[in-house]
């Protein structure tokens, strides 16, 4: 059985919902969609944005833990 690298998150951001696709091991977002989308949106996106949604994610992972 394959161990996948990856973890998929989602996040609410303002009046949005999107999947997040982060590494294991360091916490990088890789993708960014819309739920339930195939588009990656990340490199469409503000820096300040993914910057926002980066620290939620974090924040995500701490409450897990």
Known sequence: METKNY???T???KEDTFD???SN???VISE???VDSEINIATMLD???IYTI???VYAE???KQ
Do not use: F, P, V
Request: charged share 30%; net charge positive.
């Open 7 to 9: 973890t998929w998150l």
């Open 11 to 13: 996040i609410k951001y």
């Open 20 to 22: 997040i696709k982060l």
């Open 25 to 27: 091991e360091s916490h």
């Open 32 to 34: 960014i969609r819309s």
């Open 47 to 49: 820096k300040k944005i």
């Open 54 to 56: 980066q620290e939620m």
């Open 61 to 63: 992972i701490n409450h």
